[in-house]
C-alpha cells in the first residue's frame, strides 16, 4: 500500500442497529479528538468509515459495494480516500476483507476501535492494519469525553450475548455478555445530561442481563442502574432496548410502575409465535409465557406500548406455524415492531437445517405480517389521538416552523409552534398517521 497524507476529515457511516449508531458516534469523537473534521459531504472525506452490520446477509454484502463506490467516487475527484471497514462485518470477515478489498486500509471490529487512531497512522505510512481482539470493554476508557449531545442520546451498558439463538451471528461478532460498571454508567449519563441529553436510551444486546453494583457495593440489575440515573438531574426520560425475555425480572417490572422517568415502552422481542420454531430458535420462551410475561409489564404499567422483533420462514416453518405468529401478533397489538425474512448466516446452527424456506414463500409471510403489524401501528397511533403528553423536540421538521419530537410511547409527533430543540413541550395529539402524528403545543417548554 503506497504512503498517504494524513487525513483532515472523516466521514462515519453506521449501518444496523443502535449500538452501531452509538459505536459511530464516538469513533467520530475520537477522530474529531485527533483534529480530523467531519467532512460536509461524502465525497469530501479523506477517511471513510463504514461501521458496518453482520445481521443479515444483504446488510453483510453491502460493504463490498459501498467500498467500491467509495474508490470510484474518490478516483472520479482525483483522490483516495482512506477506507476503514468497522464493526460486525469487519470482526467476522476480516482477513477476507483484506483479500477482497484492497482500497480497504483498516480493518477495525467492534471492542477495539479506540485503537483506531493507531492504525491510520500505520495507514498513512502505507501500511495496512486489521484489529479484531475482543478485550472486554476497554474501547470505553479510552474513548475522550462527551462534549455535545443531541436531546435523545444513547448509552451503550451492556455489550455482546450469551443467548445463541440459533439463527444469530450476535454470539459470534459481539462476543459474551459483559456489563460495563456501575460508576462508568451514572458518570456518563451526568456527562451527557452537561452536554444536553433530556432523555437517554440505554444499549445492550441484552440490556436486562445488565449486573453490577451500585455505590455501596451491592449487587444490582436492570431496575437498580434505571432507579439510580432516575437521580440525575436534568435527565427526563429513560428508555432501553433490546431485551430477552428471559432476562425480565419482577424489580424491572415493577420499575416500569414506580419511575416516571421511565417511559412507557418496551421493545421485547418474540421472533416467531410457534413453540415447535420458538425451541428451534433456541429461545427460551415459549408463545404463552412471552404472553404472561407482557400481562405482567401491563399490569404494572397499563399504557405501556410494546415493540417487538420477527422472523418469518426460519428453516422448516410451516404454514401453520406462521399463522401462530400472525395470531400472537393479533393477541398482542404491537404499537410498532420490527420483521425480518430469515437470512443463514456462516456458522450459526440455523444455517445447516434442513428445509430452508423458498425465497417466495419468505416473501409472502413477511408482506402479510407486516400488513398485520402496520395495521395495529396504525390503530395504536389512532388510539392516541385526543391525548396530551410531553414531546421531546429532536429536530425541525421539513416546513418552516414545524418540529418533530417523540411522544412517551416513542411515536413521531410534529408540530408548528415556538419552541426548540431539546424542549419538553405539552402537546395535544390530534391526529394519526400510520407512522407519526400530528400535534398541536398546549404549553411550550417545559424544561
Ligand atoms: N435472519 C433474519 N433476522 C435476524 N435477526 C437476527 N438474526 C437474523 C437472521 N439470521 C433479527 C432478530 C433480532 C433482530 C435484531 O434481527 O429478529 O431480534
Ligand atoms: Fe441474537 Fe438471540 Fe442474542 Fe438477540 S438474544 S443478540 S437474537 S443470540
Known amino acids: 500500500m503506497q504512503k498517504s497524507d494524513p487525513p483532515k476529515t472523516y466521514r462515519v457511516k453506521s449501518f444496523g442497529c443502535q449500538m452501531n449508531v452509538y459505536d459511530g458516534d464516538r469513533m467520530g469523537e475520537l477522530l474529531a479528538e485527533r483534529g480530523i473534521a467531519p467532512a460536509a459531504e461524502d465525497e469530501d472525506a479523506d477517511l471513510v468509515v463504514l461501521n458496518t452490520c453482520h445481521i443479515r446477509e444483504k446488510a453483510a454484502e453491502k460493504v463490498y459495494s459501498d467500498i467500491g463506490r467509495i474508490s470510484k467516487a474518490g478516483r472520479a475527484a482525483g483522490k483516495k480516500p482512506l477506507i476503514a471497514v468497522a464493526g460486525c462485518v469487519a470482526q467476522a470477515e476480516g482477513e477476507e476483507i483484506m483479500a477482497r478489498a484492497p482500497d480497504v486500509s483498516m480493518v477495525v471490529g467492534p471492542q477495539a476501535y479506540h485503537r483506531l487512531p493507531q492504525m491510520i497512522d500505520d495507514a498513512v505510512s502505507g501500511r495496512r492494519a486489521t484489529d479484531t481482539d475482543m478485550p472486554a470493554i476497554a474501547k470505553f476508557a479510552a474513548l475522550p469525553r462527551r462534549r455535545k449531545s443531541p436531546p435523545s442520546a444513547f448509552l451503550t451498558i451492556q455489550e455482546g450475548c450469551d443467548k445463541f439463538c440459533t439463527y444469530c451471528v450476535v454470539p459470534y461478532t459481539r462476543g459474551a455478555e459483559i456489563s460495563r460498571p456501575f460508576s462508568d454508567l451514572v458518570d456518563e449519563a ?79 422481542p418474540v421472533q416467531s409465535g410457534s413453540d415447535r420454531v420458538l425451541k428451534a430458535m433456541n429461545r427460551s420462551h415459549t408463545a404463552d409465557s412471552y ?134 413541550v405539552e402537546a395535544q395529539l390530534l391526529q394519526a398517521g400510520p407512522n407519526s402524528l400530528e400535534g398541536a403545543i398546549k404549553q411550550p417548554a417545559i424544561a
Not at 437498580?224 to 440515573?229: D, K, S, T
Not at 425480572?249 to 421511565?262: F, N, R, T
Request: with cysteine; charged share 25%; glycine share 8%.
Open 190 to 268: 451526568y456527562r451527557l445530561v452537561d452536554a444536553g441529553a433530556k432523555e437517554i436510551s440505554l444499549l445492550g444486546q441484552n440490556v436486562s442481563a445488565w449486573t453490577g453494583e451500585d455505590a455501596a457495593g451491592h449487587a444490582i440489575g436492570m431496575a437498580g442502574l434505571i432507579r439510580a440515573l432516575a437521580d440525575v438531574p436534568g435527565l427526563a426520560r429513560i428508555r432501553y432496548t433490546t431485551s430477552h425475555p428471559a432476562d425480565m425480572d419482577d424489580a424491572l417490572i415493577a420499575a416500569h410502575g414506580e419511575i416516571d422517568k421511565l417511559m412507557p415502552f418496551l421493545h421485547l
Open 291 to 424: 404472553l404472561k410475561l407482557l400481562e405482567r409489564f401491563r399490569a404494572a404499567r397499563p399504557d405501556l406500548a410494546l415493540s417487538g422483533d420477527f422472523i418469518v420462514g426460519f428453516p422448516g416453518e410451516s404454514d401453520a406455524e406462521f399463522e401462530d405468529t400472525l395470531a400472537i401478533v393479533d393477541v398482542v397489538g404491537y404499537a410498532q415492531a420490527f420483521s425480518f425474512k430469515y437470512s443463514p448466516r456462516p456458522g450459526t446452527p440455523a444455517a445447516a437445517m434442513d428445509n430452508q424456506i423458498a425465497a417466495d414463500i419468505m416473501d409472502e409471510r413477511l408482506q402479510r405480517l407486516q400488513a398485520s403489524l402496520n395495521r395495529d401501528q396504525h390503530a395504536f397511533n389512532q388510539a392516541s389521538v385526543g391525548k396530551v403528553c410531553e414531546v421531546l423536540v429532536e429536530r425541525k421538521g421539513k416546513h418552516p416552523g414545524q418540529w418533530l419530537g417523540k411522544s412517551p410511547w416513542l411515536q413521531s409527533v410534529w408540530f408548528e409552534g415556538d419552541c426548540q430543540i431539546g424542549d419538553l
